[in-house]
């Protein structure tokens, strides 16, 4: 058979349209990302038990420098700005907006020391993940039961003056990529000013120039992330609160919005 000539060059072809085709290179980046991380964290736990004998907030060096290459392998950059506001000491909450489980990697590049997060109670099921972010001293709520979730914030308040430690709040409460921020729940607010410790914002830029979950498209991209001064708590009370969380948003709204060059997609021009 004459044609059977074209088998060997078709099968060379092959892999090299379905590596170009952008469906594919979505789905290969997600399964790799989530497969990777799964094998780190195998990795890092040995090392977390050996360095700390359990749970401890200092499991998270190890981590962070586990996950700082990631961002190689899928193609991403990080623009770092506002450094300097993370030289304060002692306990604060940062507080940023959550697009994707991707913020891990750009969560990762600015970590603090003593900084470990709240996280939604189902990620303790998310295998070598669950055991990994469980030893790492995340604090798991449960979203489902505002009760729960507030006396485990409460609680989680108090340690972090005891043991002297920093936490990082969604305070958009899910992932959301619709071009704006999300109202924000009021969980960060009241663990601040429950602890009296400053609130440090830091936003990251859209993921809609090179991830599109829609369009099953994830490319090369740089991601800016910026790390906004300190709003201070001291003196504040519960009764701020919603001020406190107005004056977060609107902060980290416009940020979001400038660094994004997006148009916001809710608030269109008014129509007369
Ligand atoms: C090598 C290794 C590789 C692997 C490497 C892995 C690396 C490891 C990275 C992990 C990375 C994690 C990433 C996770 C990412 C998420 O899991 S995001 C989802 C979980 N996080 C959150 O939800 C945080 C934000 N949510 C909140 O803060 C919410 O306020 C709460 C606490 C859940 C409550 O929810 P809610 O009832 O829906 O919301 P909300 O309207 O805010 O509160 C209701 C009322 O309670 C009051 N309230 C709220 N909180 C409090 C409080 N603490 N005290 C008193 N009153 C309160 C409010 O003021 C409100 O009162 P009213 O105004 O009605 O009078
Ligand atoms: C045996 C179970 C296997 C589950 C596999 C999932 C494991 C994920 C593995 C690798 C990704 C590493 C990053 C983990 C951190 C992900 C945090 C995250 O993004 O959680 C979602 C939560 O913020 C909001 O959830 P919803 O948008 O409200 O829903």
């Known amino acids: 058979m004459d044609v059977l000539w074209m088998a060997p060059p078709l099968l060379l072809l092959f892999p090299l349209l379905m590596w170009t085709s952008s469906t594919f290179v979505y789905y290969f980046k997600k399964c790799f990302y989530v497969a990777w991380m799964m094998v780190l964290a195998l990795l890092a736990i040995p090392l977390c038990i050996l360095k700390s004998g359990g749970r401890d907030v200092e499991n998270m060096r190890v981590i962070r420098s586990l996950v700082r ?3 190689y392998f899928l193609g991403l950059r990080f623009d770092v700005s506002g450094w300097e506001h993370l ?6 909450v940062i507080i940023s907006n959550h697009q ?6 750009g969560l990762m590049e600015i970590l603090p020391d003593r900084c470990t997060m709240i996280a939604k109670k189902e990620l303790i099921y998310a295998g070598t993940v669950g055991l990994i972010c469980w030893l790492g001293g995340i604090v798991f709520i449960n979203r489902k039961k505002t009760s729960d979730a507030k006396s485990v914030m409460i609680d989680a308040a108090k340690t972090m003056l005891d043991d002297q430690i920093r936490l990082w709040v969604f305070p958009e409460g899910t992932r959301n990529q619709k071009g704006d921020l999300l109202p924000f729940k009021k969980g960060a607010f009241h663990l601040a000013v429950q602890a009296q410790v400053p609130i440090i914002p830091v936003v990251f830029s859209s993921y809609s120039s090179f991830y599109l979950r829609k369009q099953k498209q994830f490319n090369s991209g740089t991601i800016r ?4 001064p300190k709003i201070e708590t001291k003196g504040l009370t ?5 001020s406190l969380s107005d004056k977060s948003f609107n902060l980290m709204r416009s940020s979001f ?7 916001p997609q809710s608030n269109g021009p008014c129509k007369h």
């Open 225 to 228: 992330l910026r790390i906004l």
């Open 257 to 263: 919005l400038s660094i994004s060059n997006s148009v």
């Open 87 to 92: 030289q304060t000491e002692g306990p604060y």
């Open 238 to 242: 519960c009764d701020d609160i919603p």
């Open 100 to 105: 994707s489980s991707l913020d891990v990697l």
């Open 69 to 71: 290459h990631v961002k």
